[in-house]
């Protein structure tokens, strides 16, 4: 999350800020304790009704954006009002305290279960696995286990002589590029090149070595919507371990593609059928549709989580092993992703996805249509597309599109592309569960009802290259 900085509880004039406090919000007398309006960056002395505080805190979040309209992030951002009931019901539960609630753990249970079944463990009941508060957290594991197992198949090498790295493409999301720097592992990283936007297999076989802990492929690519190539990721390590000898276990982030390719492209082999992939996470609180955060890291098989990571406590009652890096955390979310599997089925979620995807489309082939712009995806993997400013368009960029979307209430996030690509700019959609194709309309009519303005602009707004690169993911 953001780090954010204290403040010195004053405004520009030197007066200590404070909360203004509408006489309406009084339970009984209206001007009663108006005299002294609650600060804003230090714990107020006295209390006030609940209704006055919560009246507050409301009116503070009008000012946020609409979460429907935001079209960058992947979060689920709608549940049906069953699952909200649920939600509330559960929010007081520990998910750690298994002996308290253990009809929450069982959920727990069976979710891995229903995950290591729909992604084709070679024995779903020996598969292992566990909810985590989404998959940075879930990620952090998988190259955990990664790196223990090589330690001790190097042990007598590490920490001495050897240092670790990890392959990936350019484009993963930023939480491996946090367990690098976390857990003192060299990233290595494939730049895109041409229209490639993502990890290339024979590029990332030829950054393997001794030292490799494992390669890592990204089903779903946040940059453009894209699916890396398991398979052929695959196929080109088990030729390096014909030539070398080196056996590199690769994990696939399906953040994202994990809860769409089985329902939509069952065609695909990018899976547990791939012997070599080790490991799977996914975000339940993306294309799983469940509100944040959960998320969810599923092992083959027991032998790929080294038992040494497992942990066991029994302070709470009862033999407890876990293995996240978080300990606490409320068991609401898990409750809410086992209702979303017991309600939709496989057949749910494939027409839910598919309307998704659709609506992805149809977009993105409107957006074309206009002619000012260039698309790079289309939506046909993720139901996300990215596009650019066609070639002859000089009198705006995509930062003057998003700049004037977001004055219509419309969340559509510019930036530039990695290492190799830094010359391209782009616009991307994420269209998500709640992103109806009325919505769809709607968007169109204040994109088409913006573009003359944009046309008639001499050339680009200026801004800082901090302003153009600020947003990554």
Aim: glycine share 8%; hydrophobic share 40%.
């Amino acid at each position: 999350m953001p780090l954010h900085r204290g403040a010195n509880g004053s405004d520009d004039s030197g007066k200590q800020s404070t909360i203004a406090v509408n006489p309406f919000f009084g339970e009984a007398n209206p001007v009663g304790g108006m005299d002294t309006a609650p600060p804003k960056h230090r714990l107020p002395d006295s209390a006030m009704p609940p209704m006055s505080a919560y009246q507050l805190v409301h009116d503070e979040l009008m000012l946020d954006g609409n979460s429907r309209l935001n079209l960058a992030t992947f979060v689920t951002t709608w549940m049906e009002p069953q699952a909200g009931v649920l939600l509330a019901e559960c929010r007081d539960k520990n998910m750690i305290d298994k002996d308290e609630y253990p009809r929450t753990a069982e959920l727990e249970r069976r979710c891995v279960a229903m995950l290591a079944d729909l992604w084709n463990a070679p024995d779903p009941s020996t598969a292992v696995g566990c909810s985590t508060t989404g998959s940075s957290e879930a990620c952090m594991l998988a190259g955990m286990a990664f790196k223990r197992r090589w330690a001790k198949r190097n042990a007598d090498r590490y920490p001495a002589t050897a240092r670790p790295n990890l392959v990936m493409g350019v484009n993963v999301q930023v939480c491996w590029e946090k367990f690098c720097n976390f857990w003192e592992v060299e990233a290595r990283q494939v730049p895109m090149e041409g229209d490639r936007y993502h990890l290339d297999p024979q590029a990332a076989a030829g950054l393997c070595d001794e030292n490799t802990i494992g390669v890592v492929a990204v089903l779903g690519s946040t940059f453009d919507g894209s699916y890396e190539p398991v398979a052929e990721l695959c196929a080109a390590l088990d030729a390096l371990q014909e030539r070398t000898g080196l056996d590199i276990p690769v994990h696939v982030d399906g953040a994202s593609g994990a809860m769409v390719a089985p329902f939509l492209d069952e065609e695909l082999v990018w899976d547990f059928r791939l012997p070599r992939v080790s490991s799977i996470n996914t975000s339940g609180h993306k294309y799983g549709l469940v509100y944040p955060g959960v998320g969810w890291a599923l092992w083959r098989s027991a032998e790929e989580l080294p038992e040494e990571l497992v942990f066991r406590v029994n302070y709470l009652g009862g033999d407890m092993p876990t293995f996240a890096l978080n300990f606490s955390r409320p068991g609401a979310q898990v409750v809410a992703q086992y209702y979303t599997f017991l309600r939709l089925g496989k057949e749910g979620y494939r027409a839910v996805q598919q309307a998704t995807r659709d609506v992805a489309q149809g977009l993105a082939g409107r957006i074309e249509a206009l002619g000012d712009f260039r698309l790079l995806t289309r939506g046909n993997e993720l139901p996300v597309f990215a596009f650019t400013t066609a070639r002859d368009i000089t009198s705006f960029d995509v930062f003057d599109v998003s700049r004037r979307l977001r004055e219509r209430g419309w969340l559509v996030p510019a930036y530039t592309f990695p290492e190799n690509r830094q010359d391209l700019s782009v616009l991307r959609v994420v269209c998500r569960n709640g992103f109806s194709e009325d919505l769809s309309d709607l968007l169109m009519d204040d994109l088409r009802s913006l573009l003359p303005e944009l046309r008639r602009q001499s050339g680009p707004l200026e801004r800082s290259k901090a302003e153009a690169t600020a947003f990554h993911h």
